[in-house]
């Protein structure tokens, strides 16, 4: 049978952010660790994204703190989406927290 990549996934996460589609971006994530395949950097990015866009920042902060107990880095996209999904809920506090820890961090 046809074997499901990451790719596969970020793709299908890349539509979930887009049309603003968080609970399935969830869904996405979940069925990637049952599937067992490994998720990058890019496929939490667009979970954050996707979360952002429904303006769920829980969820955004959520994946982001998955990403920092893993072996993932955290980039400049994942901190200006989860920024982003702060800002669009007017949740400014913790959007000015989040920037002031990505620079600690000195994020790339």
Excluded: F, H
Aim: charged residues 15%; proline residues 1%.
């Amino acid at each position: 049978g046809l074997e499901v990549d990451t790719i596969a996934y970020n793709s299908a996460l890349s539509a979930c952010k887009k049309g603003g589609q968080w609970q399935t971006a969830i869904a996405v994530l979940v069925s990637m660790s049952r599937a067992i395949v490994e998720p990058n950097t890019i496929t939490y990015n667009a979970a954050v994204s996707a979360c952002g866009k429904g303006k769920k920042w829980q969820g955004a902060l959520a994946m982001l703190a998955a990403m920092g107990t893993g072996i993932l880095e955290l980039d400049t996209i994942t901190y200006t989406a989860a920024i982003s999904a702060c800002e669009l809920a007017a949740e400014w506090q913790r959007a000015l927290v989040l920037l002031t820890t990505m620079g600690q961090a000195s994020v790339k």
